[in-house]
């Protein structure tokens, strides 16, 4: 079984009733162990990846170990970029593997935002890849962006 994407994940939970994990990831003890846990249950999963852990464990062992995920359980598996920042971070992602990008361009101006996000867009979608956006910005702390209760 190949990665699936949310589109079809999301579907199947909505009529089912039910809900689906999304975990962040970073190394081959935590994808086991999510991974693991959720066979016993029969439970779909998102595992996601973020800018840091890519940086960290390197995009193609991350993508390798979510395919041995995927042999040894046969579970559907979305794999996730979590809070990409840029649209060359979410095409690295497409191009490599990802059946899910999250494109935060939150930290830019409102239109410019809009700009990038529509650009992520209809690059994962010429690529069969399911997109999510983070538009305009939440108040508080998160990763290098800081909003007041004001700007948000």
């Given amino acids: 079984m190949p990665l699936v994407t949310t589109k079809e994940m999301f579907q199947k939970a909505y009529n089912g009733g039910y809900a689906i994990g999304a975990f962040n990831v970073n190394n081959m003890e935590i994808v086991q162990g999510i991974t693991e846990a959720a066979k016993e ?18 995009h193609t062992y991350l993508v390798k170990l979510v395919e041995a995920a995927i042999i040894e359980t046969g579970l559907p598996i979305c ?12 095409k690295s992602c497409i191009d490599g593997g990802f059946t899910s990008v999250m494109i935060d361009a939150s930290s ?28 305009g910005a939440l108040a508080g702390v998160e990763d290098e962006v800081n909003v007041s209760a004001a700007d948000s």
């Fill in 41 to 58: 249950v029969n439970a779909p999963l998102i595992l996601q990846v973020s800018k840091g852990a890519r940086a960290y464990a390197n």
């Fill in 79 to 90: 794999l996730h970029l979590d809070h990409g920042d840029s649209f060359e971070t979410c």
């Fill in 108 to 135: 830019k101006p409102f239109a410019e935002n809009i700009e990038i996000t529509k650009k992520v867009v209809e690059y994962a979608h010429d690529h069969g890849v399911v997109v999510e956006a983070e538009l």
